[in-house]
């Protein structure tokens, strides 16, 4: 017996049974009740999006692995977690490269290259994502279902459609595959009950988003719209899977505080003041990268172990290097507002002018009815009529020719439908009610979709048609002169178009004729 | 509403299932009996026998040097055989005397004598604690007789009698207290003599129902002394976590128990303390406990200080044919030292044998992976630490930082962090590491 070798190490002698891969697995066994909903929901192409999504996460690990000769990772199982929590953030219908190409630049450029599980300084997901976001922002935001497009909740809600809260928390509606929220939230229970997520980052980065809106959001303690905005664009899954990855999230209790507030108050601007639905993507990205800063500042004085005070209580120095950062970014960019702003006004009415010209070639100036802008007036910049959705007329100029008789008249009609805000365009009508030409004066659709609006064959199909009012074709195969081919794939874009003709069109019958 | 537990902490298998229900029986060792000089945290004793000396059972070997250091004294009767450097516990090698031992352990004089404790002083009670050689005996080893000797003996608040017994495996605690219930709330009182302005408090873990039974039972009808049961949750029985429990009171930097208003000994002490003031006994032998599941027969002994762990071992039936041991612990696995032999003596501060059959360390070290940043290991601290910053400072040997940031000197080596880890990172080893590289520099 003794002259056995027995084991000599520090003690503790006994450990937890909780590794790194079951800590993993309880992240995965979390995201499981949005994953099924996911499916069910959205059936074989979400699962498709998931698989491809998942399977090149663990490829693409596997392989760095094998090719720089590190032991292997793959085991830990948190290659499988990025690349679930990336699928859940993209919709359930599109090329299955994309998934692959968001998976393989989360593992590879964010977290490999790092240095591998818990070297990586921002969330692999979520930076995946806003990959995909910018790289592919036609597919990864596209939401169609069935072929049929509608607005996500979020789109919806900015462009002030009625939008049921009940839909998006249920995850009924349009959105990503992990879309809800009430699957999201089961998940987000078990964590925080088997302690591998603390309540810190949720509470803070939801009540100060909440609070932020309250503040900001225009509407006051409005608590429709705020619940509204919590339901939809993704705060929910930022707030309990993506913000919570501990990895790129501060350590210590306090620091968590300060991390979710940073979150919470960056998607708010990003939400009220910002034109992308990924506020909280963004949030998160920028807050992991204030994440060594806010370990810094947050170091626990120990327990029992009070330094001495001097004078009087202070504010934390942790807040006011907060307040003071806060501060001069606000200052910076409102400075930068300010400097564009007079020549962004110039622009735009040399923009107008040239639109002018641009449909009404014939005009040899423009001038202005005291009547029309009469009518206008009397319109008191309220949204015009009923039936074009969000569609008001700011002017009209009359072209008239070098003997000063009117030729036709020019109409500048905004639609608040479009799929990232304002259309606003020009429409030159002649005198006997003939469109004669559109052009726009504001268009920030996406690129390669919405954008395809000011193209020849789209925004073309408006010229010489003398009709009362014209019809959106989805389909794209309009045979009769009213119709209008949608752009295929940006139908609300196109549908934002036909609106605002539209409303000029009846301005124009029912205040010009 | 008294106070249930602490902030933190963890909840390891207790494994006090193995010998939690064998009542006390005495061993007497065989072999020679070996002291070492440091047993105490302090100046080791100097020796006042000589080799060839004849010894009786309570006898003094070395008395204490200096303040802070404790009398040591002959646990069997005997002639010292030899004043020379043995292995102990913590595998280094110290100066020791070795006493043959005639197995007669014949008393000397005076000791087993009865004094009732009412007709001394205070000065005299602290005497017979310093005579007696007790020092702290649940791990500690700081000399009592100064622990009980602050500067403000008016303002202490609390003592507190520390029967927690928060490490898993060990049952000696709990075993005294069932069965010497009285004599420990005796050995409290006598404490509170010194403390006019005390109370006396029995705090012990919720998972020992008949000890806190028993020593509800023995306070009845005694004035300023209470059992208090706390929720079972390693580290309960720290100091820290005992005063901020008991006394709602936090330990500041620097601060003794005393500054706080507390006094804290192990039960077995306070025991001891009756012992040595009412029966002039000194430490000569203390409970123990053999116990994991490499032992054939768990049990809880009445073992005699200097006895070699490898006699315990077999009085508790050794290790079962079949099996293979792969760890010798002296005390439990949260904070026992790892034995590379067991073929060193018992001191007056070990309380525990744990033969484990499997490593969790070595299966930990194959599971090893990057720092996930999980930050449980914070929250688990009993002191508030960051165990998670602490250890990339310690791996950087970025000492400055470790120390004046971090407060790093303040851990008081639980492994709470280290048992939570799911990175298996080797939390404690790099902070015990960085302590002694510390220490070390400041020493030059």
């Given at each position: 017996m003794m002259n056995e070798?027995y ?507 | ?14 494994g006090?299932e193995f010998a939690?229900?064998v ?146 495996y ?119 406990t053999v116990s994991g599941d490499g032992v054939k027969s768990p049990c ?9 762990f490898s006699?315990v071992l077999l009085e508790a039936g050794g290790i079962p044919e079949g099996v293979k041991a792969k760890k010798l612990l ?12 067991l ?10 044998l744990t033969v484990l059959c499997t490593d ?85």
């Open positions: 070798l084991n000599v190490s520090s003690s503790p002698h006994v450990r937890n049974r909780l590794t790194t891969g079951k800590a993993m697995y309880q992240v995965i066994l979390s995201l499981m009740p949005a994953t099924i909903f996911g499916i069910y929901r959205f059936g074989t192409g979400a699962f498709l999006v998931i698989a491809a999504s998942v399977l090149s996460a663990v490829l693409t690990e596997y392989l760095f692995d094998r090719i720089t000769k590190r032991p292997g990772t793959v085991g830990d199982g948190s290659a499988v977690v990025t690349g679930l929590l990336l699928a859940l953030c993209l919709p359930a219908y599109e090329p299955l490269y994309v998934p692959c190409l968001g998976s393989i630049f989360a593992i590879l450029f964010v977290k490999c290259f790092f240095g591998g599980l818990g070297h990586n300084f921002m969330n692999p997901a979520l930076a995946g994502r806003c990959f995909l976001l910018i790289s592919f922002s036609g597919v990864v935001a596209d939401f169609s279902l069935d072929g049929m497009s509608s607005a996500t909740p979020l789109e919806a809600l900015a462009s002030g459609q009625p939008v049921d809260v009940m839909d998006a928390f249920l995850g009924v509606g349009n959105g990503v595959i992990g879309c809800s929220i009430l699957a999201l939230c089961i998940g987000g229970i078990y964590l925080l009950a088997v302690r591998a997520i603390t309540y810190e980052i949720p509470l803070a980065t939801l009540v100060s988003f909440s609070v932020f809106l309250a503040l900001f959001g225009g509407r006051g303690l409005d608590l429709e719209f705020i619940v509204l905005h919590l339901v939809s664009g993704g705060i929910v899954m930022g707030a309990l899977f993506m913000a919570t990855d501990p990895v790129t999230s501060p350590v210590t209790p306090k620091g968590q505080l300060i991390f979710g507030c940073l979150i919470g108050i960056l998607s708010g601007i990003f939400r009220v003041y910002g034109s992308a639905p990924d506020s909280a993507s963004y949030a998160i990205i920028i807050a992991n990268m204030a994440v060594p800063l806010i370990d810094e500042i947050s170091v626990p004085v120990p327990f029992g172990l009070r330094k001495p005070r001097e004078g009087k209580r202070g504010i934390p120095k942790s807040a006011i290097i907060l307040c003071v950062i806060t501060l001069i970014a606000g200052a910076a960019l409102s400075s930068v507002y300010e400097m564009t702003e007079e020549q962004i006004a110039v622009q735009k009415a040399e923009a107008k002018a040239a639109s002018y010209r641009e449909v009404c070639p014939d005009a040899a100036e423009f001038s202005y009815d005291e009547e029309i802008n009469g009518a206008i007036e009397a319109l008191e910049g309220e949204v015009y009529g009923t039936d074009f959705g969000k569609a008001y007329i700011n002017e009209v100029a009359v072209g008239v020719d070098a003997g000063g008789v009117p030729v036709g008249y020019v109409i500048s009609a905004t639609s608040g439908d479009g799929f990232e805000g304002n259309v606003t365009l020009s429409v030159c009508i002649l005198t006997d009610g003939t469109v004669n030409g559109i052009a726009f004066t504001e268009l920030n659709e996406t690129a390669g979709m919405g954008m395809l609006c000011a193209e020849e064959a789209f925004k073309g199909q408006f010229a010489g048609v003398n009709v009362e009012r014209f019809t959106l074709n989805k389909a794209g195969d309009s045979t009769a002169d009213n119709e209008i081919d949608s752009v295929s794939g940006a139908s609300t874009s196109s549908g934002a178009v036909v609106n605002a003709v539209n409303a000029a069109l009846d301005f124009f019958g029912k205040y010009i004729k | 509403m008294l106070r249930k537990t602490f902030q933190g902490g963890v909840h390891p298998a207790d006090k939690r229900n009542p006390y029986r005495t061993y007497l060792p065989k072999g020679d009996l070996v002291f070492p000089l440091n047993q105490h945290i302090g100046k080791p004793a100097r020796p006042v026998v000589q080799k060839g000396d004849l010894v009786l059972a309570g006898q003094l070997l070395a008395e204490a040097d200096g303040f802070v250091s404790a009398n040591i004294v002959s646990s069997c009767s005997g002639k010292v055989k030899a004043l020379e450097n043995r292995k102990t516990v913590a595998g280094l090698s110290v100066p020791c005397i070795v006493v043959e031992n005639d197995s007669s352990y014949t008393l000397a004089d005076g000791v087993g004598a009865e004094t009732d404790a009412a007709n001394l002083t205070g000065q005299e009670i602290l005497d017979k604690i310093k005579a007696a050689g007790i020092i702290g005996l649940g791990g500690a080893g700081f000399p009592t007789h100064v622990k009980l000797a602050p500067k403000n003996p008016q303002e202490i608040e609390y003592v507190i009698a520390n029967g927690a017994e928060c490490e898993p060990i049952t000696c605690d709990d075993q005294l207290m069932r069965t010497k219930g009285s004599e420990i709330v005796e050995g409290l009182k006598i404490m509170l003599r010194l403390f006019p302005n005390a109370e006396g408090v029995i705090l012990i873990e919720e998972n020992k129902p008949e000890a806190i039974k028993a020593m509800e039972q023995a306070c009845v009808g005694q004035e300023r002394v209470r059992v208090q049961a706390v929720q079972t949750k390693y580290p309960q029985g720290g100091e820290r976590s005992i005063i901020s429990v008991v006394a709602g009171k936090h330990l500041k930097l620097g601060m003794l128990p005393a500054d706080a208003g507390c006094v804290v000994d192990n039960v077995a002490t306070v025991h001891a303390i009756y012992r040595a003031v009412c029966k002039s006994e000194p430490v000569m032998e203390r409970g123990f809880n002994l009445m073992v005699r200080i200097g006895t070699s006699e002296c005390g439990g696995p949260m904070m026992g030292i790892a034995l590379a032999s073929d060193v003596p018992i001191c007056k501060n070990n309380n525990a969790p360390v070595e299966e930990a070290q194959k599971a090893q992976t990057a720092c996930l940043r999980c930050g449980r290991c914070n929250q688990v601290c009993p002191l508030g630490l960051t165990p998670q910053m602490m250890a990339v400072a310690a791996e950087k040997k970025n000492y400055e930082r470790y120390e004046k940031k971090l407060y790093g000197l303040e851990c008081i080596a639980c492994g709470s962090c280290t048992y939570i880890c799911p990175a298996k990172r080797p939390l404690m080893q790099l902070f015990k590491q960085a302590k002694a590289e510390i220490m070390a520099a400041k020493r030059k």
